[in-house]
């Protein structure tokens, strides 16, 4: 006959095992999230970019058309990677090389108005969100041009103690500080554990 502690100790374990399989299904639904949310982002990106790109090239094609051929080679590239990728995160050094083809297409589109250096040594083996990059980029160049319209991107990445660090900076005019401050408020209190170990700034 089973005594009554028997009963309580394996109703408590019944309980604890089903609240724990109860977040782990959370936690999986979370990630599923994250993921259908950078699909989404994508999509929004890849249409208005593809726009952008077609129209620069129209106008290479009138005066250089081998350049134009390379132009259209790079924007096949970019769309493969883009639509062979099912991984939601890949290798630094993966993203890089998406990255080059973006630029290679925007260096097409506003010629030399536009510079961008890299200062990463080294491919640091760390993993990043698919085509997490290319966003954070675009919106450099379509809003931080200085006053001449030049517009200037150092994408820069580097190790600390725990993490990989990316930068992406333009000669834009900023954020107003008020602005800062009101978006860094809404983060006080918030667990950052889950965070993925990459910056931009």
Request: charged share 25%.
């Amino acid at each position: 006959m089973m005594l009554e502690t028997d009963k309580e100790f394996i109703e408590g374990l019944s309980v604890l095992f089903s609240t724990q399989l109860e977040l782990s299904q959370l936690e999986f639904q979370k990630k599923q999230l994250r993921k259908a949310e950078f699909k989404a982002l994508q999509a929004q990106i890849n249409p208005h970019f593809l726009y952008n790109a077609l129209n620069a090239i129209s106008c290479v094609c009138r005066e250089n058309p081998s350049r134009a051929r390379e132009l259209l080679l790079s924007l096949a590239v970019y769309f493969r990677e883009g639509l062979e990728n099912t991984s939601y995160v890949v290798s630094l050094g993966d993203e890089l090389k998406h990255l080059d083809h973006y630029l290679e297409l925007e260096q097409a589109r506003f010629e030399e108005d536009l510079q961008v250096s890299f200062d990463i040594r080294a491919d640091y083996g760390c993993l990043v969100p698919s085509s997490i990059l290319q966003p954070v980029v675009e919106n450099a160049i379509k809003y931080g041009s200085d006053s001449q319209g030049r517009r200037i991107i150092t994408i820069r990445a580097w190790k600390t103690e725990n993490a990989v660090k990316i930068e992406v900076s333009d000669q834009g005019y900023g954020f107003p500080e008020a602005a800062v401050s009101l978006w860094k408020s809404g983060f006080e209190g918030t667990n950052h554990s889950d965070w993925p170990m990459w910056t931009s700034a």
